[in-house]
Nanobody, 124 residues
Framework: QAQLVESGGGLVQAGDSLRLSCTAP????????MGWFRQAPGKEREFVAA????????YNQDSLKGRITISKDSAQNTVYLQMSGLKPEDTAVYYC?????????????????WGQGTQVTVSS
């Protein structure tokens, strides 16, 4: 079974930037839709961004507009989430996930494989 491993989280100050990484088994990043989600305490898991096999990207424009970029390096089997202008409300556990192509990228139920998450804490 595919294993996804997130890294790059930590404690940052408001306004800082952070890049999260998700390392996947070989060919996963190449063939699957890769997504990032986040979950804050007491809240539902929220879609952040996704990148399709083709490289097409999708973003949560409501809460993260203009502040995030998802990218991938298929040769390195890694997906990245670049975040800038971080706010305290961005504090959450950030999860990487993989979905079969063709499923709705913004829906957590589309994803069959999840990482354990990396904590991002933004102080004011």
């Amino acid at each position: 079974q595919a294993q996804l491993v997130e890294s790059g989280g930590g404690l940052v100050q408001a306004g800082d930037s952070l890049r999260l990484s998700c390392t996947a088994p070989p060919r996963t990043v190449m063939w699957y839709t890769m997504g990032w989600f986040r979950q804050a305490p007491g809240k539902e898991r929220e879609f952040v961004a996704a990148i399709a096999r083709s490289g097409h990207t999708a973003y949560n424009q409501d809460s993260l507009k203009g502040r995030i970029t998802i990218s991938k390096d298929s040769a390195q089997n890694t997906v990245y989430l670049q975040m800038s202008g971080l706010k305290p409300e961005d504090t959450a556990v950030y999860y990487c996930a993989a979905a079969q192509p063709g499923n709705r990228a913004s829906e957590p139920s589309s994803y069959s494989t999840w990482g354990q998450g990396t904590q991002v804490t933004v102080s004011s």
